[in-house]
């Protein structure tokens, strides 16, 4: 258990529709990544936050937005959902941003568009 | 230039038998860590092992060592005594320290199979 924990695990849904994917990091950890997985690109960065503030964007659409909470949970929205953003989504937690900084995953939530 | 190249996209290995997973990459930053994650079937990342580019040793955590060669960019996983558990998706990553340090780059991935 890499005490990361993400919400829901399963997501189906529909095109058009908007979803929220939660995440709680490590305890103590202030920095959150959220990882796109498909079968056609891999494992893509979207975005990350440290300590509430936005500190990096990746290959994130417009359509895609997320924020960090005070208490350092993340949440993930998509909206105007496609079929094509049917993935794997993962979060990760590590304490700082650090090169050496190991990234710890959370079990990922696995959405459908259906 | 892919910052990460896994060229092996499948691996067999015996049961008990070591296996070595491909792994190079690309940087011109000094400062970067090399991380390679597991994946089982059920989906979540497994952080296995990690190599820092001052390391002067090769790291090791159990089973796992990183064959860590600098000159040619290379860090290749070293899985010794193999186990039926250990077949998976295997993953190598860098974050460069100065100039993407809020990224981690993927490769491609190798799935390994282990044979009993």
């Known amino acids: 258990d890499s005490g990361v924990t993400q919400t829901p695990k399963h997501l189906i849904t529909a095109t058009g529709q908007r979803v929220t994917l939660r995440c709680s990091p490590r305890s103590g950890d202030l920095s959150v990544y959220w990882y796109q997985q498909s079968l056609d690109q891999g494992l893509q960065f979207l975005i990350q936050y440290y300590n509430g503030e936005e500190r990096a964007k990746g290959n994130i659409l417009e359509r895609f937005s997320a924020q960090q909470f005070p208490d350092l949970h993340s949440e993930l929205n998509l909206s105007s959902l496609e079929l094509g953003d049917s993935a794997l989504y993962f979060c990760?937690?590590?304490?700082?941003?650090?090169?050496?900084?190991?990234?710890?995953f959370g079990s990922g939530t696995q959405l459908s568009v259906l | 230039a892919q910052k990460i190249t896994q060229t092996q996209p499948g691996m067999f290995v015996q049961e008990k038998e070591a296996v070595t997973l491909d792994c190079t990459y690309d940087t011109s930053d000094p400062s970067y860590g090399l991380f390679w994650y597991k994946q089982p079937s059920s989906g979540e990342m497994i952080f296995l092992i990690y190599q820092g580019s001052y390391d002067q040793q090769n790291a090791t955590e159990g089973r796992y060592s990183l064959n860590f060669q600098k000159a040619r960019k290379s860090a290749n996983l070293v899985i010794s005594a193999s186990q039926l558990g250990d077949s998976a998706m295997y993953f190598c990553?860098?974050?460069?320290?100065?100039?993407?340090?809020?990224?981690?780059?993927f490769g491609t991935g190798t799935r390994l199979t282990v044979i009993p």
């Open positions: 990760a937690s590590s304490f700082t941003e650090g090169a050496n900084e190991k990234l710890f």
């Open positions: 990553a860098m974050r460069e320290g100065q100039t993407g340090a809020n990224n981690l780059f």
